[in-house]
T-cell receptor, first 112, second 114 residues
Framework: AQKVTQAQTEISVVEKEDVTLDCVYETRDTTYYLFWYKQPPSGELVFLIRRNSFDEQNEISGRYSWNFQKSTSSFNFTITASQVVDSAVYFCAYSGYSTLTFGKGTMLLVSP | EAQVTQNPRYLITVTGKKLTVTCSQNMNHEYMSWYRQDPGLGLRQIYYSMNVEVTDKGDVPEGYKVSRKEKRNFPLILESPSPNQTSLYFC?????????????FGEGSRLTVL
């Protein structure tokens, strides 16, 4: 069975600091997808990124960047120059074909 | 506007009183799924449906039922709710399966069972 581990339960930073959220997964599949979702205090789940197992290129979107390393089964998420609005719970998730398995989430608190 | 709509958003009920949480999507998606979110446990899948009349158990199906009679609707039924089903529930849908693109989530339904 697939497993997603987000070892950091909670991270606190001061605004403008860079922060990296770790995600490690376990699988025997060769084809799979990895996701990151953001859950702000309002509670909704916001899709951030989807990456397939054959694409190890890093991706950058504004202040967000993702580092996918198949060799270490990791899909880490970095926020550069964090802002108070980044405060949220962030979930990493793994997908086969019919199920999406989530990590337990990392709560990020960005203080002014 | 493309969306997944859940109702009710908030509900307080008592043990044993049957309830249904509705979920509807307007994107003609084949795949729909229910998750529950509990502190420290993340989101766990309850049931999913690959298409009409096709449903399968997720990781935590005990105490829940679902049906998929129409493509757009995927209600979650608690026949006899118990306090351990107090949770935040999310319905989600996608075009086909969980690897074909973004999984769209509803806004969540917060259920309290006394």
């Amino acid at each position: 069975a697939q497993k997603v581990t987000q070892a950091q339960t909670e991270i606190s930073v001061v605004e403008k600091e860079d922060v990296t959220l770790d995600c490690v997964y376990e699988t025997r599949d060769t084809t799979y997808y990895l996701f990151w979702y953001k859950q702000p205090p309002s509670g909704e789940l916001v899709f951030l990124i989807r990456r397939n197992s054959f694409d190890e290129q890093n991706e950058i979107s504004g202040r967000y960047s993702w580092n996918f390393q198949k060799s270490t089964s990791s899909f880490n998420f970095t926020i550069t120059a964090s802002q108070v609005v980044d405060s949220a719970v962030y979930f990493c998730a793994y997908s086969g074909y019919s199920t999406l398995t989530f990590g337990k989430g990392t709560m990020l608190l960005v203080s002014p | 506007e493309a969306q997944v709509t859940q109702n009710p958003r908030y509900l307080i009920t008592v043990t044993g009183k049957k309830l249904t949480v509705t979920c509807s999507q307007n994107m003609n998606h084949e795949y729909m799924s229910w998750y529950r979110q509990d502190p420290g446990l993340g989101l766990r899948q309850i049931y999913y449906s690959m298409n009409v009349e096709v449903t399968d158990k997720g990781d935590v199906p005990e105490g829940y039922k679902v049906s998929r009679k129409e493509k757009r609707n995927f209600p979650l039924i608690l026949e006899s709710p118990s306090p351990n089903q107090t949770s935040l529930y999310f319905c989600a849908s996608s075009y086909r399966g969980t690897n074909t693109g973004e999984l769209f989530f509803g806004e969540g339904s917060r259920l309290t069972v006394l």
